[in-house]
């Protein structure tokens, strides 16, 4: 099963993960002075384009993990569900 709203998020998300990405990497080089000057800088010298760029594996890695942590919580309470009956006896 893959998590379809999941892989929604991280597909419209992708932009403002870029934004932060590339704000934590610049290090002390300081290539941007805040967000609006690194979405500025983005759009100018690569396109609006460059807000998409690795859209397909964050899709797939959002998407596929949070259908293994969905799955692994609803068997986690249908254990802890089973178990209970028996603690209170």
């Not at 610049?26 to 690569?46: A, D, M, P």
């Not at 396109?47 to 998409?52: E, I, N, R």
């Not at 899709?59 to 209170?88: D, M, N």
Request: hydrophobic share 40%; with cysteine.
């Amino acid at each position: 099963m893959f998590n379809l709203t999941g892989a929604i998020t991280g597909a419209v998300t992708t932009p403002l993960d870029v934004i932060k990405t590339r704000l934590m990497v610049q290090g002390s080089t300081k290539q941007y002075t805040g967000i609006c000057h690194c979405v500025n800088t983005i759009l100018r010298e690569e396109g609006s384009s460059a807000f998409f760029r690795g859209m397909g594996p964050r899709v797939l890695w959002i998407g596929i993990g949070g259908s293994i942590f969905f799955g692994v919580l609803e068997k986690t309470k249908q254990l802890l569900a089973h178990k209970r009956p028996l603690a209170e006896n």
